[in-house]
């Protein structure tokens, strides 16, 4: 079963902030995103991992819920090159690298 | 080089023909990794492998799909007898072995149209 993500999509102003959820009916062991541009290959953006450590880009920054099975990702102050449809995945097991990916959120961001 | 390379970029095929996608991963990445995503979806697993072992192809939706990767390094997806439902962006990705902690990093995809 793939993580769902919320919103399915949404339409923001240049400076605007967005927050993009990632819930799992299953235990989340980690989390990792990935923005994906019309066309081009998915890009990573972090990993969240159980205990709190994150790795990843300065101005990105998320949460990792492990009770709540969910994890977030906070774009602030938005720039039209964060447009892009984002992902997140997850593992199946501990240590798994294989990820099954969320439904996916497409950002949309306007001058 | 620098990144994960694939090709070819867009294949065209005839119901029936088979086909080879080559992926050519980040040097020094053990695991190797293939998904296919379908327009507007994302990518699903299809199949990995730790140097030249296939670990897990339990995503490989039928038995006209095949992969392989002999040396650990370069793998190619073969589709025979492509259906239309074949019809996808085929990704690959490669990462270091750290039990899940590294990124993916992957190619462009090789886009596929069966008519």
């Known amino acids: 079963q793939q993580p769902v993500q919320s919103p399915q999509a949404v339409i923001l102003r240049e400076g605007e902030d967005a927050v993009i959820n990632c819930s799992s009916s299953?235990?989340?062991?980690?989390v990792h995103w990935y923005r994906q541009k019309h066309g081009e290959a998915p890009v990573f953006l972090m990993i969240l991992l159980k205990g709190g450590e994150q790795k990843g880009h300065d101005k990105i920054s998320a949460s990792f819920n492990e009770k709540k099975q969910q994890s977030s990702l906070y774009l602030t102050a938005s720039q039209l090159s964060y447009s892009g449809t984002y992902f997140c995945?997850?593992?199946?097991?501990?240590?798994?690298?294989?990820?099954?990916f969320g439904t996916g959120t497409r950002l949309t961001i306007i001058p | 080089g620098a990144g994960v390379s694939q090709s070819p970029r867009y294949k065209v095929a005839k119901r029936g023909q088979d086909v080879a996608l080559r992926c050519d991963p980040i040097s020094g990445h053990v695991s190797l990794f293939w998904y296919q995503q379908a327009l507007g979806q994302g990518p699903e697993f299809l199949t990995y492998f730790q140097n030249e072992a296939q670990l897990d192809k339990s995503g490989l939706p039928s038995d006209r799909f095949f992969a392989e990767r002999p040396e650990g390094s370069v793998s190619t997806l073969k589709i025979q007898r492509t259906q239309q439902e074949d019809s996808a962006v085929y990704l690959c990705?490669?990462?270091?072995?750290?039990?899940?902690?590294?990124?993916?990093?992957f190619g462009n995809g090789t886009r596929l149209t069966v008519t």
């Open positions: 990705a490669s990462s270091l072995r750290d039990r899940g902690r590294s990124p993916l990093h």
């Open positions: 299953k235990a989340l062991y980690s």
């Open positions: 995945g997850t593992p199946d097991t501990f240590g798994n690298e294989k990820l099954t």
